[in-house]
């Protein structure tokens, strides 16, 4: 189940990233956010893609590359009892996250979970008071109100175990995670997953013709966006 990625790079434009570029609030925002330690890694490729395909629509886009950002995963003691982070770069990306209106989430699959860094950023950015909020004001295990305005989420996964095997053997946990524990109990309802395998057997060919798709799938969702 764990993903193991072999060095890829492909020529897209140069990302911008979180730590340096301010929240654009002119025009609609596309927040794509990558995990994976390696700059040439497929998951990388993917964001750029997908990247480039919502700035040919014309999103104003960030992407988050929690490695390049050197993002704590580490949920401190405040954030865990549901005070607001004293972290910069953590209310940075909450802040990011409450303004847009596309998201893509891009990292491999480990263990059948997202890696430590995705997981990390899960844990603190999707927090009480800016994704969700509870009709009492705290959380007392009633059903949560989801706050986020997100219209569409891409989540893009790579992976080295076969489709049938992860659904049958496995349960297939991160269409789960992803999609009823996190993204719809934070209001986003529309949640389109794709997984690329065998990401270790792959050939350049194969690769390419990935990211023809991702270009394909977040061009079409992204436009009903901008044209319901």
């Known amino acids: 189940m764990k993903t193991l990625s ?3 790079t492909v020529a897209v434009e140069a990302s911008r990233y979180s730590r340096f570029m301010a929240i654009p609030r002119h025009d609609r925002l596309a927040l794509i956010v990558v995990s994976h330690p390696d700059d040439a890694s497929f998951s990388l490729a993917i964001a750029r893609k997908s990247e480039a395909a919502l700035q040919a ?12 950002d050197k993002f704590d995963p580490a949920i401190t003691k405040r954030e865990i009892r549901g005070f607001d982070t004293d972290d910069p770069l953590t209310r940075r990306y909450r802040d990011l996250l409450a303004s847009a209106e596309v998201l893509v989430i891009v990292h491999p699959n480990c263990w ?7 997981k990390g950023w899960m844990d603190r950015v999707f927090a009480e008071g800016s994704a969700y909020a509870f009709e009492k004001s705290s959380d007392q295990g009633d059903a949560p109100k989801g706050l986020l305005q997100v219209k569409v989420a891409f989540v893009f996964n790579t992976s080295n175990t076969d ?66």
């Open 6 to 8: 072999q060095p890829w």
């Open 57 to 68: 629509l014309g999103f104003s886009t960030h992407l988050c590359d929690l490695y390049v």
């Open 112 to 118: 059948g979970s997202p890696p430590a860094m995705m």
């Open 163 to 228: 489709e049938e095997r992860e659904r049958v053997v496995f349960g297939d946990p991160l269409e789960r995670i992803w999609k009823d524990c996190l993204l719809r109990y934070c209001g986003v309802q529309n949640v389109i997953r794709r997984v690329f395998r065998i990401i270790a057997t792959s050939s350049d060919a194969v690769r390419q013709g990935w990211l023809d798709e991702v270009n394909q799938i977040v061009f079409k969702a992204g436009k009903d966006v901008i044209h319901p």
